[in-house]
């Protein structure tokens, strides 16, 4: 299969955890005509220089805000973009409960404004960071794309998601062209092995491998274990952790996916990026102590409210069609997480 790597790729949100590791990925495949474009709130200029030193090109980088259309008229100006990566938004679930309005301006206003300044220049084509949160708390794993989605989201992070994913839905079917992939991904861990680019987040992080390294770092005094109630084997939650740089390699399938499609047809495709198996909280935290010589502080605590027990990924979607599956598994995500805390 030929592709055509000479393609110009935006990056919106590019310095950004999944957007720095899938910049790699995207050079190792090939294209080079990158540009990244990032507001910094979660993020380090520093990154580029990484992703240099990794991959030996430095993407473009722009700083700006996805809330800012002049910003954005004037990078689709400058650039004749074939496809956007659209990576840009917020997404601390703790913290949309308490600023919703920020999390509606920012995730559904900024892609709104990404959309206009793409169809203004005539650039049809976008993949999209989705969430399996989508999914709802009453979903059955494994979680199928064909699933019913919005109903039962605990969160309004969650809901920006599954508002954003109905109106690339709509966009798609309002003019011929439109060529949108979405991508639920599970639970992102790990980074890049070279230890140079990895998840850093500013304050306080919810997520669980964050947690772990804040923890590790003596950041953090210990580790709170939502829950050893539920109906898993060993009592803890269960999900599907994949390796950001499996994650990362998804976006370059999905991209091929795109450019083997004719210029005027339409589409909506929708994968999950999952392993496609669970694994618990508690193997988490033993694996990376495997890996690290040393236990965790930690403690059990009650159940965090939304959350439910076992959440992994149907992935023969993501196989057939993309021909894309994980191939890194938790052993590798732990290794590379001690050499990114150095
Ligand atoms: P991240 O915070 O590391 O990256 C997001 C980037 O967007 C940051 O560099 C930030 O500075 C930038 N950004 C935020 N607001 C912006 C704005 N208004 N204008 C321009 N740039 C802005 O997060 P990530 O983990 O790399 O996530 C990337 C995408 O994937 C997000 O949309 C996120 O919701 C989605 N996602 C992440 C996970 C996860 O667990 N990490 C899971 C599912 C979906
Ligand atoms: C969470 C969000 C989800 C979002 C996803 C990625 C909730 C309810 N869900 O999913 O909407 O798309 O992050 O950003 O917030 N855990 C602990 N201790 C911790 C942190 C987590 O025990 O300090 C446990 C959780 O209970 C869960 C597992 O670790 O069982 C994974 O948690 P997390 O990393 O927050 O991801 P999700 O809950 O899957």
Known sequence: MWYNVGMKILLTGGTGYIGSHTAVELVAAGYKEIVIFDNLSNSKELVMAKIAEIS?????????DILDKVALKGLFKKHKFDAVMHFAGLKAVGESVEKPLQYYETNVGGTVNLLEAMRVAG???IIFSSSAT????HAEVPYSEDAPTGQGITN????TKHVIEEILKDVAESESGWQVVILRYFNPVGNHPSGLIGEDPNGIPNNLMPIVMKVARGEMAELLIFGDDYDTPDGSGVRDFIHVV???KGHVAALE???GLAADDSAILIYNLGTGGGRSVFEVIATYEKHAGKKLPRRVVDRRLGDIGEV???VEKAARELGWKTELDLDDAMRDTLKFLG
């Open 257 to 259: 996916k795109l450019s």
């Open 123 to 125: 650039c049809k084509k």
């Open 246 to 248: 499996d994650l990362a």
């Open 56 to 64: 030996g090109i430095e993407p473009e980088f722009v700083e700006g």
């Open 134 to 137: 989508v999914y709802g708390e």
């Open 156 to 159: 309004p992070y969650g809901e």
């Open 312 to 314: 992994y990924a149907g």
